[in-house]
Nanobody
């Protein structure tokens, strides 16, 4: 059983930065998704189990960076140049391959952490 616990969300002004963390047991590909009220859960970023490859959603590429420290069993999402449209609940997920971008393709989920970007 893989347990995921996110942390690091909060309120930030547009243009600011936040770093999310996900404590994850096990060695799987990891991903970040987000869900705004009334919208679907969208892919943000993913990373291979060893950290060698990553993938990003179009709306965050160049602003967000996913990384992992397997010695600490932690995955990070560094979010820079935040925009009001980045406001959402952010979820950490674990799955079979970092190439997967559909929420239904990931097997384990954290409880989510709220990120709010004010204009």
């Amino acid at each position: 059983q893989v347990q995921l616990v996110e942390s690091g969300g909060g309120l930030v002004q547009a243009g600011g930065s936040l770093r999310l963390s996900c404590a994850a047991s096990g060695t799987l590909a990891m991903g970040w998704f987000r869900q705004a009220p009334g919208k679907e859960r969208d892919f943000v970023a993913s990373i291979m189990w060893n950290g060698r490859s990553t993938r990003y959603g179009d709306s965050v590429r160049g602003r967000f960076t996913i990384s992992r420290d397997n010695a600490k069993n932690t995955v990070y999402l560094q979010m820079n140049s935040l925009k009001p449209e980045d406001t959402a609940v952010y979820y950490c997920a674990a799955g079979r391959s970092y190439r997967l971008t559909g929420a239904g393709e990931y097997d384990y989920w954290g409880q989510g952490t709220q990120v709010t970007v004010s204009s």
